[in-house]
C-alpha cells in the first residue's frame, strides 16, 4: 500500500496520461472552516472554456484506497470523470467534503468487528479497540448506487475531526442501536448458508439444533458488531444462555446452548464454514463464542 505523498504522485502521473498534454492538472490546499485544509485536485483544458472546475478532494480517495474500495487505477478515472463532466458523481463529492468533518459524518459512523490476529498491518493504521480476540473499528458508512460504501477511520481522521478515541467509540454505539438490528428466527443455519451438507462428512455427524437466529443489521454491512449492543442480547436471550457463531463480518448466529450439541462441534462448524464458503476478507473468528446471560457477558469458546 502507498503512503499518502506516493500516492499523490501516482494519481497526477495517471491523470497527466489521460489528460494529455493540454491539460492542467494542480493539486491545491485548501483551507476549511477553523483552519482546516484538504488537498483537492483542479484540472483545467487549454481552449475549454466557460465551464467550472470542480476541485476534487484527493484525501477522501486515499482513504478509500486505503480501504479498498478502489485501486489508483480507479481513483485516477472517477477523479478524471468528476473534473470532465463537473457535476456527475455528485454523491462521491458530497462525501468526499463531508468525510473530514466530525459534524458532518457522526451520525454515519458505526462500529465494526475485525480479527486481531488476520489484521495487524491495518490496525496499525485504524483507530481501534479490544473486544476478547477481536477488534472493534470505526467506519464512516454511506449508500452510494443502492450499495453500502465505508471508509475506515484512520488516526489522521481522528486528529481531523478534534474527538477523542472513547468519543468516537460512544457515537458508534450510538449510532448502532438505531442501525435496524434485530433477531432473524432461521430454521436450518445450514440451508441459510446456502451449503450442500453431502460433501461434508463433518457437519453431517452434527445433529442441526431446532433454534437459530441470525443477528445483523437492516443493511446486512458490517452487521456482526451487533454484539455490542449489550441491551439488545440481554433482552433476547432473555435469561437463556447462547453459543455465538461468527458466520461472517455481516453476521452472527446465535444458538441456545443445551447438551445435544458441544462446543467443539460448534467451533467444528465455523472452522468449515470459513474454509469452504467464505471469501477470506470476510471471515471474522475461527472458533465459537458464549453468552452466559447471568453473568450478562461474552468469552470464547477455543
Known sequence: MLRYEEFKKEVLEGLMEICGSNAQIRIERILKNNGKHYDGVQIRVDGISGRVCPI????????????????????????????????????????AGRVMDWEQVRRNIYPILLSTEENQEMLREIVSNSMLDLSVGYIVRAEMDSRCISIKINYRMLESYGVSVGQ????????????????????????????????????EKIEPPEELFILTNEVRFYGAAGILDKELIREFADGRNFYILPSSIHETIFVPADDRVDVESYNCIVKIVNERFLDIEERLADHAYFYEAAADEIRVCA
Open 56 to 95: 476534487v478532494p484527493l484525501e477522501w480517495f486515499y482513504e478509500v484506497y486505503c480501504d479498498g474500495g478502489m485501486n489508483i487505477a480507479g481513483c485516477v478515472r472517477t477523479i478524471h470523470k468528476i473534473s470532465e463532466t463537473g457535476r456527475e458523481e455528485k454523491e462521491v463529492l458530497e462525501l
Open 168 to 203: 468516537l467509540h460512544r457515537q458508534a454505539l450510538e449510532n448502532l442501536a438505531s442501525d435496524g438490528y434485530r433477531f432473524h428466527d432461521m430454521r436450518s443455519f445450514i440451508i441459510d448458508l446456502g451449503c450442500d451438507v453431502s460433501d461434508e462428512p463433518e457437519l
